[in-house]
Each structure stands twice: as structure tokens, then as C-alpha cells.
């Protein structure tokens, strides 16, 4: 499956990097979680042209919904989490771009809720876009990363390796320590601006 995969890349590159920005923003429409979209743009499309495709892919998904949200279900967002995420106003009354990109690198909350509750603090489209496709692009590339990595391995050994023997691999271990060290930096940052 692997190298009809690879085929069907190296053929119709264009055509599959389309349809995959198409159901990505579907995905994320239907509320779906980020992490299968990464892992999947990584698998398919490698490091480097995934990373890209699937911050952008994500960030048009996220956007889409955002204005759903803003536009048809604001009154229903505002009373529903208003309250449950006071302390959150005061964050982004601060600096709305600087405060989206933190948001969303941190993960405050899960992929849909971080997609949805900026509506209810308006913020512009724009600062909402650029938010949250640099705060997303640090763990959707090291994401990617792994993803494309065991992409690679997999081309590597005539079976499928043990889960030790994929571990020793750099294209496999380099992805975990960074992913490990976003977690750590992002528990830091969510309970330094928790606590202010």
C-alpha cells in the first residue's frame, strides 16, 4: 500500500494536495481533531510540502468554522462558554495576535473548542488566520515530521520493524524529543498566563 501511495503522490501530486485541503477544511468544519489531519499530511506529502499543506489546510478549516461560529451561532457561543472561559478575555483584550499565536501553541483546550471560542471575544479574521497558523506550525511540523519519518521507515525493512528498532531510527526519535519538549513548553506557558 505503501508504494501505490508513493505512485499515486509522485503522479498526481497537485490533484491529491487538493483533495486533501478539501477534506481537511471538511474535517475541521465537522469539529474533527487536528492530530489524524498532521499525521496523515505527514505520512503522504513528507516533512517540508506537509508541514506547509496541513498549517494551511488546518488554518482555512479552522477559519471556515470560526466564521460559522461568528456569523450564524455567536449569541449560542457567547452563552454557552462565556463564563466557563472568563479569564480568557482579558488575555486576548491584551493583544489579539500575540495572544492567538500563544492559544494556539499552548492548546488552552482541545482542536474544535480553540477553533470556536475566539468568537466569542471578536477577534478579526486576519489576527485570527495568522494566529493560528503560526501557533500550530511549531507541533503540526513536528508531527509531520514523525509522520514522514515512519513513512520513510517503512521503505527501510522488507517486514514491519519492531516498535524498538523504529525508536532507535533519528527520523523517528528526533520527532518525539521535539514533540516532548513542545508538551513541556507548553505546560509552562499555559500556567504562566493561567496564573496572571
Do not use: C, Q
Amino acid at each position: 500500500n505503501a508504494d501505490k501511495l508513493n505512485e499515486l503522490k509522485n503522479n498526481n501530486l497537485l490533484l491529491l494536495a487538493i483533495f486533501f485541503f478539501l477534506i481537511t477544511i471538511l474535517w475541521v468544519s465537522l469539529l474533527g481533531f487536528g492530530s489524524p489531519i498532521i499525521l496523515v499530511g505527514g505520512f503522504i506529502f513528507g516533512k517540508w510540502f506537509g508541514t506547509l499543506l496541513v498549517t494551511f489546510s488546518l488554518s482555512v478549516g479552522a477559519l471556515s468554522l470560526y466564521l460559522i461560529g461568528k456569523y450564524f451561532f455567536y449569541e449560542a457561543l457567547k452563552n454557552k462558554l462565556l463564563n466557563k472561559f472568563k479569564k480568557f478575555e482579558i488575555l486576548f483584550n491584551k493583544n489579539h495576535l500575540l495572544i492567538m499565536i500563544i492559544f494556539r501553541f499552548v492548546g488552552f483546550v482541545p482542536f474544535f473548542v480553540a477553533n470556536l471560542l475566539p468568537v466569542i471575544f471578536n477577534i478579526n479574521a486576519k489576527n485570527y488566520f495568522i494566529g493560528t497558523f503560526v501557533g500550530i506550525l511549531p507541533a503540526v511540523f513536528i508531527m509531520s515530521s514523525f509522520a514522514s519519518g515512519l513513512s520513510e521507515a517503512l521503505f527501510k525493512f522488507e517486514k514491519f520493524p519492531s516498535f524498538l528498532t523504529l525508536l532507535a531510527l533519528p527520523e523517528i526519535h528526533y520527532p518525539i524529543i521535539g514533540f516532548v519538549a513542545i508538551i513541556i513548553l507548553s505546560i509552562v506557558l499555559k500556567n504562566f498566563f493561567l496564573d496572571k
